[in-house]
């Protein structure tokens, strides 16, 4: 399903993160609807809670309506394995035949500024983030049925059918995972608002109950 890529070279410190600062990971199967939960927390409060939402990398194309350096940054091959490569990535991972990864910098510095970050990734992204950062808070949304979910897939019609057909096989894999998370999240179809809802309490709850702890990428 996934591949993960190695890097070369020393790696630059980071700035350690402000008192109480969340870093938390959003993941789930392709079509959970993971990029509409993240509009719907933007749309909620703009000013409050303070979060920043990391902008990933990746090599495949852009879908309908994205935009280059607020859905993803669009790189082609050399330039993101570049990336992985000076270690400015805080992972990299191959995903239905494209590479994703995340910008290390981003997080590191607005972790600094005492923000709460918001990283959109997949499982394998994930697990290695939790391995470099134990204190994450790993969020798994998962569909209300895997039918529900392949309707939605299948709906969207951004894919061939081999796509399709990958994506749909690793989601079912991908939904296997979700005891490896610190916290689920059921989104209901039609009710995203609420999911939204749920995830800001979680991220709250956890603040609380850390308020000085300080992370470091």
């Known amino acids: 399903m996934t591949e993960r890529a190695g890097s070369a070279g020393a790696v630059e410190p980071m700035p350690e993160g402000s008192p109480g600062s969340i870093l938390a990971i959003i993941s789930g199967p392709s079509g959970v609807g993971k990029d509409t939960i993240i509009a719907a927390l933007h749309a909620r409060d ?7 939402y990391v902008v990933t990398c990746t090599t495949r194309s852009p879908r309908p309506g994205e935009v280059d350096g607020v859905s993803y940054m669009f790189l082609d091959d050399t330039e993101f394995l570049a990336l992985r490569d000076k270690g400015d990535l805080l992972e990299a991972n191959r995903v239905h035949d494209h590479w994703y990864g995340t910008p290390r ?3 590191a510095e607005a972790l600094a500024k005492g923000r709460d970050v918001i990283l959109k990734i997949d499982v394998q992204g ?3 983030v939790k391995e470099r950062v134990p204190e ?4 798994f949304v998962v569909p209300p049925s ?3 979910l392949f309707q939605r897939l299948r709906s969207r019609a951004t ?4 796509e399709l057909e990958l994506r749909q096989r690793n989601a079912a894999i991908e939904l296997a995972r979700a005891g490896d998370y610190d916290q689920v999240v059921v989104n209901e179809t039609g009710m ?9 309490a979680i991220i709250a709850q956890e603040k ?7 992370l470091r990428v």
């Open 136 to 139: 994450a808070l790993l969020i």
């Open 105 to 107: 910098r981003q997080v």
């Open 46 to 52: 703009p000013e409050k809670p303070d979060y920043h």
């Open 159 to 162: 894919e061939t059918a081999e």
């Open 146 to 148: 895997q039918e529900a």
């Open 192 to 200: 995203v608002d609420r999911t939204a809802a749920e995830i800001e």
């Open 126 to 128: 994930a697990k290695v």
């Open 208 to 214: 609380r109950r850390h308020p000085d702890r300080r």
